[in-house]
């Protein structure tokens, strides 16, 4: 069974692009996250460590970005 955490409107501002002034200023991406998971484990404990939580999923969006 696969499951989906959906994150949607997350606003990050990082330092991406081709013009050598989006190094330095930045610029705000909108992103809109799907993540296919398996939850079935979550579903019978029913325990917060055997789910994703979707501040692990901002946190990791962040850091890549």
């Known amino acids: ?3 989906a955490v959906f ?7 990082a330092y991406h692009g081709v013009m050598q002034h ?5 610029q705000t991406f909108s992103l809109d996250l799907v993540l296919d998971t398996d939850l079935t484990e979550a ?16 946190e990791i969006a962040t850091k890549a970005f």
């Open 1 to 3: 069974m696969t499951d």
């Open 43 to 58: 579903s019978r404990s029913d325990k917060l460590a055997d789910t994703v939580g979707y501040e692990q999923v901002v």
């Open 22 to 26: 989006e190094g330095r200023v930045g």
């Open 7 to 13: 994150v949607t409107g997350l606003s990050l501002h």
